[in-house]
């Protein structure tokens, strides 16, 4: 009976095996969907990974900048120069500042001075611009590791800049 079976399925085409190409179909779709899913599991983890260590570096980025207090004392401008006393308020050394200035026109102008100021000292600065300015912004930065960061939660904002 089973060779009779056999011998019709042949003799229509068949081989007789029926269903290997199904099971074989199917082994390949869970090997494809086993390797899409590993592959966006390890995307995942890695892109999570990486989004952590950005979020706790900023964190501890705002956490020293809130140890860090500029003042600024006296402040006036000469032609070319803007002329500042700036004094580091607090217990942590503030590596550089950043001035920005506006002037008349609200047009920005400034940029990074590379100075050290070690706690309860008080530096003299000029910073090149042009123009008449109207007001400018001081910002301490401090280095965080090999990085340079900009506080700018506390930033330090002269108005009504005088003539020297």
């Known amino acids: 009976m089973k060779t009779r079976h056999l011998n019709y399925l042949r003799s229509r085409g068949g081989s007789g095996k029926k269903g290997v190409s199904v099971w074989i179909s199917w082994v390949l779709l869970t090997a494809f969907v086993v ?3 590993t592959f966006v599991l390890q995307w995942s983890k890695s892109h999570t990974t990486k989004t952590v260590e950005d979020l706790t570096e900023k964190g501890e980025i705002l956490t020293l900048c809130q140890e860090t207090s500029i003042s600024v004392a006296g402040y006036c401008q000469k032609p070319q120069t803007l002329n500042i006393n ?4 607090n217990n942590r050394k ?3 500042l950043k001035v920005r200035a506006f002037d008349i026109y609200n047009a920005p102008q400034g940029g990074e001075k590379n100075v050290s100021i070690a706690p ?11 123009g008449v300015l109207k007001h400018a912004e001081v910002m301490p930065i401090i280095v965080v590791g090999k ?10 904002t002269v108005e009504s800049i005088d003539f020297c």
């Open 35 to 37: 390797f899409i899913g």
């Open 120 to 130: 309860q000292k008080t530096l003299s600065i000029e910073v090149v611009k042009q």
């Open 86 to 89: 700036v004094t580091n308020n």
């Open 147 to 156: 990085k340079r960061a900009v506080c700018q939660s506390r930033k330090i």
């Open 94 to 96: 503030v590596d550089g």
